[in-house]
């Protein structure tokens, strides 16, 4: 980190659409690896008014493999878990393999989105990214549907926001504070995403409280699958605002128009056949996980709720959290945010609404009628992230500040007692003697 100065890499072409902070992001970190040979960083030779072309798919294999050697290595559980749900072991056993082999699967899902996306052109590829950007959550979601476990689907779409907006930018503003004193990035590309982060409170907010005040679940269904379709062309128009009419706003600023991007570690036909493979084997380990839910809740002792803000959302999450934090570190904190903020802005307009119409299409009562808790929670969590995006700059006390917020978050439902109800704390607990 010390030699950035002495660095030259091939720097990503901005990528334009909601996951276009993400994609660069990667792109960063390969170059940085591609760049450092024997302990020490060499220039890399590059024609003028040419792209670098990829040394091929197996070559290009092998660096996935050797620079991600924990996430291959957890690989293993994918077997584990389908043959544990196969021969009847166990739920807790069931869903604890599942819950690892998943991590990787998202890597994967990922890094193949990211490498077609490549070559698919910018705006097919924006599509793409925006698509398959949250993959993993949609497919736990609609299993957890399917299974009826409606309490725990709603709190992993809560979860996944409060993950991004707080865990994952947490630890890269404190990391990223760390090596550099002050960190910089767009106040106005933070404003937006707070915004639209503000409207996901109002979306979830008005749904809960006009329940809570008329008791009128069906009317209340009715009135979030409405709001669901309004969410998803807002969505739409997100996509359109970033990928054409103000994709400067999301670019970074330290991009430079003479630097050439990176090429893909594959070609389009393996990334897509990774990218259908590793879909399909998620969405059968999703399977497994939500239907070993009941089993692995009564084992444990932790609640629904737990299960579904804290650890759900860790699959999805893992990677992104790992870039997010790589690039912060690198003082590269616009890619960083875009990561964080950007997540928690696509499950908020694209997956919520999205789960809500899955659960339509299915005939089941899924809705945005959320736990007034869990709303309020939302609200101050949102409220802290704009007043702290709001100059621009960042350190590692703020980092701090978040990362408390969410063990904060985290406590609370860690100790709340396991039920059937949605509740949280549905009986009072009596003061201690």
Same mark, same amino acid.
């Given at each position: ?38 302990? %020490? ?32 290595? *957890? ?52 599509? #793409? ?16 549907? =399917?299974?009826?476990?409606?309490? /725990? ?34 106040? *106005? ?11 996901? /409170? #109002? ?15 069906p009317t209340g269904l009715l009135m979030s699958r409405v709001a669901s ?114 997540? %928690?802005?696509?499950?908020a307009l694209f997956v919520a609404p999205f789960t809500v119409i899955a ?23 949102v409220f802290m992230c704009s007043a702290i995006l709001g100059n621009g =700059? ?29 509740? *949280? *704390? /549905? ?7």
């Amino acid at each position: 980190l010390a030699q950035d100065d002495k660095i030259f890499v091939w720097r990503a072409v901005a990528a334009r659409s909601v996951m276009a902070s993400i994609q660069q992001a990667q792109h960063e970190m390969r170059r940085m690896n591609s760049a450092q040979t024997n302990g %020490s960083y060499e220039r890399v030779a590059i024609a003028p008014d040419t792209k670098p072309a990829s040394d091929g798919d197996c070559a290009g294999c092998m660096r996935i493999i050797s620079g991600n050697m924990i996430l291959c290595s *957890l690989l293993i559980f994918v077997p584990l878990g389908i043959y544990a749900q196969q021969t009847a072991m166990s739920k807790e056993f069931v869903f604890g393999f599942n819950f690892m082999g998943i991590i990787p699967l998202a890597w994967l899902i990922g890094k193949a989105t990211e490498d077609l996306a490549q070559q698919c052109g910018e705006t097919a590829g924006g599509l #793409l990214n925006a698509t398959f950007g949250n993959v993993v959550e949609m497919l736990l979601c609609v299993a957890g549907i =399917q299974h009826n476990e409606i309490a /725990v689907t709603k709190c992993t779409l809560i979860g996944s926001i409060l993950s991004n907006l707080l865990l994952v930018m947490g630890c890269a503003f404190l990391l990223g504070g760390c090596f550099h004193k002050e960190q910089s990035f767009s106040k *106005l590309g933070a404003n937006i995403q707070v915004s639209i982060m503000c409207l996901s /409170v #109002l979306a979830i907010g008005l749904p809960t409280m006009a329940v809570m005040q008329t008791h009128d679940q069906p009317t209340g269904l009715l009135m979030s699958r409405v709001a669901s379709v309004i969410l998803l062309l807002t969505y739409l128009g997100y996509i359109f605002f970033q990928l054409v009419t103000h994709s400067y706003i999301f670019e970074s600023e330290e991009l430079n128009d003479d630097e050439e991007e990176a090429p893909a570690d594959l070609s389009a036909i393996p990334a897509g056949v990774l990218l259908a493979v590793a879909t399909v084997v998620t969405a059968v380990c999703t399977e497994n996980l939500i239907g070993a839910l009941e089993g692995a809740i009564k084992s444990t002792g932790v609640s629904r709720e737990f299960i579904g803000i804290i650890l759900l959302p860790i699959i999805g999450n893992a990677a992104e959290h790992y870039t997010a934090v790589i690039v912060a570190m690198r003082n590269k904190m616009d890619l960083s945010l875009g990561v964080a903020a950007g997540s %928690s802005c696509q499950m908020a307009l694209f997956v919520a609404p999205f789960t809500v119409i899955a659960g339509w299409c299915m005939d089941k009562p899924m809705d945005l009628d959320f736990q007034p808790f869990q709303v309020g929670v939302l609200f101050l969590c949102v409220f802290m992230c704009s007043a702290i995006l709001g100059n621009g =700059q960042s350190n590692w006390l703020v980092g701090v500040m978040l990362v408390t917020a969410y063990l904060q978050v985290a406590l609370i439902y860690y100790y709340e007692p396991s039920s059937e109800t949605e509740g *949280l *704390l /549905v009986d009072p607990i009596p003061p201690l003697d």
